[in-house]
């Protein structure tokens, strides 16, 4: 039912290294969302977009940034990443005026 | 801005029993309430959601009720099975936002 990819699945990483994480949505969808989720299962939103080149910082303060050049696509990328920012990231979208999320399957990142 | 508490955080049950977890929310403004689901290495699944002009609805083997006066919303499973054994978040979405606020999960167990 949801068209949305998250890549990689899995990322092991040393401290100090530049990453990006992939989402891209195939529904045409103008919202999207980045969650991260702790081992107690919380769900943090970090950024969201209403559409192109929105992007607002959501509750949880982040270091890492994201763009939306083009409907589909919402990198979040951390310019140097450190073991604190081990945890699952999830990406979601919505359609205006639908309020339901549909989520990617997530990326595990693991810093070292 | 909206606050959402859930319990419990960890509901252990039989198959065949009936399963209910609760949320409370903070916001009057807040009309919209999903429930997602969320099962082992995958991103949160809407399984029903209620907005703020209905009392209760029902699919199948879920319902969820909303008592708008005491800010309080529940999710009931009957009969349940193993497969039904995962993580359960609520959320409350205030009018207009789109951007939802979740409880902290719940942790469902179906033991066979």
Known sequence: EADIYQTPRYLVIGTGKKITLECSQTMGHDKMYWYQQDPGMELHLIHYSYGVNSTEKGDLSSESTVSRIRTEHFPLTLESARPSHTSQYLCAS????????FFGSGTQLSVL | GENVEQHPSTLSVQEGDS????????????????????ELGKGPQLIID????VGEKKDQRIAVTLNKTAKHFS???TETQPEDSAVYFCA?????????????????IVHP
């Open chain 1, 94 to 101: 919505s359609e205006t005026p639908n309020e339901k999320l």
């Open chain 2, 19 to 38: 399963a209910v977890i609760k949320c409370t929310y903070s916001d009057s403004a807040s009309n919209y309430f999903p429930w997602y689901k969320q």
């Open chain 2, 50 to 53: 209620i907005r703020s002009n």
């Open chain 2, 75 to 77: 999710l009931h499973i």
């Open chain 2, 92 to 108: 409350a979405t205030p009018g207009g936002s789109y951007i939802p606020t979740f409880g902290r999960g719940t942790s469902l």
